[in-house]
């Protein structure tokens, strides 16, 4: 099982930029996939972005070209780089982690870290 713990949210205002951190441990050989999620009130779960073992990266269509995601497999942590913050990335984050053992997929989840852009 991976244990992922968030960190870096917080409050910060339109325009400005904040980097999110997932550290991962526990009882695993490799991850994997790594990603960022995140949910607004009201709204469901969504992807971010998203890496894999070799660094390729998926993006949301509403972060493209202003948020990063990155990986550092020495220290099972995954990375996301937020730019150009708007009100609208108000949501909390969360980091997801999908680990394939025998072709059996198991996905875990961190507790989450609020971010909220705002003025």
């Known amino acids: 099982q991976v244990q992922l713990v968030e960190s870096g949210g917080g409050l910060v205002q339109p325009g400005g930029s904040l980097r999110l951190s997932c550290a991962a441990s526990?009882?695993?050989?490799?991850?994997?996939?790594m990603g960022w999620y995140r949910q607004a009130p009201g709204k469901q779960r969504d992807l971010v972005a998203a890496?894999?073992?070799?660094?390729?990266?998926n993006y949301a269509d509403s972060v493209k070209g202003r948020f990063t995601i990155s990986r550092d497999n020495a220290k099972n942590t995954v990375y996301l780089q937020m730019n150009s913050l708007k009100p609208e990335d108000t949501a909390v984050y969360y980091c997801n982690a999908v680990v394939v053992v025998l072709s059996i997929r198991t996905d875990s989840w961190g507790q989450g870290t609020q971010v909220t852009v705002s003025s």
């Open positions: 526990g009882s695993f050989f490799s991850i994997d996939t």
């Open positions: 890496i894999t073992r070799g660094g390729s990266t």
